[in-house]
C-alpha cells in the first residue's frame, strides 16, 4: 500500500534533483519542497496556462512535454518545447507579472508546480532552505543576465548603430 507513495515521491525528488536549481539540496530539503509544491497531471492538448494571465508558479516537468506559445494573427505560434526534466516560468516566483505566451502538454504529462505564495511562507517558515533556495535562484539569473550582455556587447558589435 505505501510502496507506490515512497515511489511516486522517489520520482519527483529524482526530478527535483535533476533541476540545476534543486540539485545542490539534501534529501530531506527534497522533501520539504516536495510538501508545499502541487503535482499536476495534463492530457494531450490541455493548457496549463493561457497568455495574459497572471503567472504565480514555476514549472518542472517530470514526464511528458509542454509547447509554448504565442498568438499571431489568430494561430498559435510555437516558440519552444520543453521535455521530461525541462523547467520553466521560474520568474514568476518572485514577480507577478502576466503570462506573455499560453503552454499546453503536447502529451499526457505531469508537473511539479511551485506557487509564489507557497514558495514564500517555506522562505519564512524554513529560512535556512529559503537562503539556500535564493542565492541558488541569484546565481542562476547572474548566469542569464551574464549571458544576456554577452549576446548584447556581440549584437552592437555586428550591427553598430
Given at each position: 500500500?505505501?510502496?507506490?507513495?515512497?515511489?511516486?515521491?522517489?520520482?519527483?525528488?529524482?526530478?527535483?534533483?535533476?533541476?540545476?536549481?534543486?540539485?545542490?539540496?539534501?534529501?530531506?530539503?527534497?522533501?520539504?519542497?516536495?510538501?508545499?509544491?502541487?503535482?499536476?497531471?495534463?492530457?494531450?492538448?490541455?493548457?496549463?496556462?493561457?497568455?495574459?494571465?497572471?503567472?504565480?508558479?514555476?514549472y518542472l516537468i517530470v514526464k511528458?512535454?509542454?509547447?509554448?506559445?504565442?498568438?499571431?494573427?489568430?494561430?498559435?505560434?510555437?516558440?519552444?518545447?520543453?521535455?521530461?526534466?525541462?523547467?520553466?516560468?521560474?520568474?514568476?516566483?518572485?514577480?507577478?507579472?502576466?503570462?506573455?505566451?499560453?503552454?499546453?502538454?503536447?502529451?499526457?504529462?505531469?508537473?511539479?508546480?511551485?506557487?509564489?505564495?507557497?514558495?514564500?511562507?517555506?522562505?519564512?517558515?524554513?529560512?535556512?532552505?529559503?537562503?539556500?533556495?535564493?542565492?541558488k535562484f541569484l546565481d542562476f539569473?547572474?548566469?542569464?543576465?551574464?549571458?544576456?550582455?554577452?549576446?548584447?556587447?556581440?549584437?552592437?558589435?555586428k550591427y553598430p548603430v
Amino acid at each position: 500500500m505505501f510502496k507506490h507513495k515512497d515511489t511516486e515521491q522517489n520520482q519527483l525528488i529524482a526530478a527535483l534533483k535533476s533541476c540545476p536549481l534543486f540539485e545542490a539540496l539534501s534529501g530531506g530539503e527534497l522533501k520539504e519542497i516536495i510538501k508545499i509544491a502541487h503535482i499536476r497531471d495534463y492530457s494531450s492538448d490541455e493548457k496549463l496556462f493561457d497568455e495574459g494571465t497572471l503567472g504565480l508558479c514555476f514549472y518542472l516537468i517530470v514526464k511528458g512535454s509542454v509547447a509554448i506559445t504565442s498568438e499571431k494573427e489568430g494561430k498559435a505560434a510555437v516558440l519552444k518545447e520543453f521535455g521530461q526534466g525541462a523547467y520553466f516560468s521560474e520568474v514568476h516566483l518572485f514577480s507577478e507579472n502576466y503570462h506573455t505566451v499560453a503552454c499546453a502538454a503536447k502529451e499526457v504529462t505531469r508537473v511539479i508546480v511551485l506557487a509564489k505564495p507557497d514558495f514564500e511562507d517555506m522562505v519564512k517558515i524554513k529560512p535556512r532552505l529559503g537562503i539556500k533556495l535564493l542565492l541558488k535562484f541569484l546565481d542562476f539569473y547572474g548566469e542569464k543576465l551574464e549571458k544576456l550582455y554577452k549576446e548584447n556587447r556581440e549584437l552592437k558589435q555586428k550591427y553598430p548603430v
